[in-house]
C-alpha cells in the first residue's frame, strides 16, 4: 500500500508532463484569391492574450472546448481587390468572474463603419456555458443567444457542441468537435457545422485534422457550396508554427482558387 501511494504522485506527473502552457497567441496569415481575371490578397493579423495559463491537449494548437481563461484580443484585417483596398480593424476582450459570470465586448472598424458587440453569459458548470450577445452596427442591431456544452470522455477525449439562435429565429446553427487521442502522440478530431436558415438554403461543413506528432498535422474539409481544404501546420519548436492551406471551388457559378501562409506565436 506505501508503494501504491508513493508512486501516485509520480503517475500525475507522468500524465501531465507532456502539457505545455501558454498565456498569448499571436498569428499572421496571408491569402492569394484568383478567381477568373479576378485577384484578390488579403493579410490577417491577430493576437489574443490570456490573464492564465492555457493548457495544450497533447498537439500543441489543441486546447479545452470551452474556454474559461479572461483575456483580451486585437485583430487586424487587409484586403486588396485589383487595386481597391479596404480593412477591418476590433479590439476586445472576456471577463470570468468567480462566481461564474462571464462579460464580454468588442468594437470592430468594418472599413468606415462602426460595429459594437456586447454580451453576458453564464458558467453553469465547467462543461456548461450560455452566453447572450447584443450586435449594434451603423444601420442595425439584433441579439442571439448561444451555449456551449463539452462532454468529457477521459482526460483528454471530449466531445463539444455548440449552438446559436438568433432574436427572430430565422438562423440556428449547431457545431461539433471530437477531440481523440489514438495513442503516442497521434491524435484526431472531427468537426460538423450546420446552418438552418427560414429564408435561404441550409448550410453544411464536415472536417477533419490527423496529428502525426503533437507539432504536425494535415486537415481536411469540404461543404455544401463544394469548397475543399486541405492545411497542414508544423511547430518548429514549442513557440512557433508554420501554416499553409489551399482552398478550391470548382463549382461553375463559384470557381476559385486561394493559396493560405501563415505564421503562429505562442507564448
Known amino acids: 500500500m506505501r508503494f501504491k501511494?508513493?508512486?501516485?504522485?509520480?503517475m500525475l506527473v507522468a500524465?501531465?508532463?507532456?502539457?505545455?502552457?501558454y498565456n498569448s497567441f499571436t498569428n499572421a496569415t496571408y491569402s492569394d484569391f484568383e478567381a477568373g481575371s479576378v485577384d484578390a490578397d488579403q493579410i490577417d493579423l491577430d493576437t489574443t492574450y490570456y490573464f492564465g495559463p492555457k493548457e495544450t491537449l497533447g498537439p500543441l494548437k489543441e486546447f479545452e472546448y470551452i474556454n474559461k481563461v479572461s483575456n483580451v484580443f486585437a485583430g487586424y484585417s487587409y484586403v486588396d481587390i485589383d487595386g481597391s483596398d479596404d480593412d477591418v480593424?476590433?479590439?476586445?476582450?472576456e471577463y470570468f468572474a468567480s462566481n461564474g459570470v462571464v462579460l464580454g465586448a468588442a468594437v470592430y472598424?468594418?472599413?468606415g463603419e462602426n460595429l459594437d458587440a456586447l454580451s453576458i453569459g453564464y458558467l453553469f458548470t465547467p462543461n456548461f456555458l450560455v452566453t447572450l450577445e447584443h450586435?449594434?452596427?451603423?444601420?442595425?442591431?439584433?441579439?442571439?443567444?448561444e451555449?456551449?456544452?463539452n462532454h468529457q470522455l477521459n482526460a483528454t477525449d471530449y466531445l463539444g457542441f455548440t449552438f446559436n439562435v438568433d432574436e427572430e429565429f430565422d438562423t440556428r446553427s449547431l457545431s461539433s468537435k471530437y477531440f481523440t487521442h489514438l495513442g503516442g502522440e497521434q491524435y484526431l478530431t472531427a468537426e460538423l457545422a450546420y446552418v438552418n436558415y427560414d429564408e435561404g438554403d441550409d448550410y453544411w461543413k464536415l472536417g477533419t485534422e490527423y496529428f502525426f506528432t503533437k507539432r504536425t498535422s494535415?486537415?481536411?474539409?469540404?461543404?455544401?457550396?463544394e469548397q475543399y481544404e486541405l492545411g497542414m501546420t508544423h511547430f518548429f519548436n514549442t513557440n512557433v508554427a508554420a501554416k499553409a492551406a489551399y482552398v478550391s471551388n470548382t463549382d461553375n457559378d463559384m470557381d476559385y482558387d486561394i493559396f493560405q501562409f501563415g505564421l503562429t506565436v505562442q507564448l
Open 135 to 145: 450586435v449594434d452596427n451603423d444601420s442595425d442591431n439584433e441579439f442571439s443567444l
Open 147 to 149: 451555449a456551449n456544452y
Open 5 to 10: 501511494l508513493a508512486a501516485l504522485p509520480l
Open 89 to 93: 480593424f476590433g479590439v476586445g476582450g
Open 15 to 21: 500524465a501531465t508532463a507532456g502539457a505545455e502552457e
Open 109 to 111: 472598424d468594418l472599413g
Open 218 to 225: 494535415v486537415g481536411f474539409s469540404f461543404d455544401e457550396v
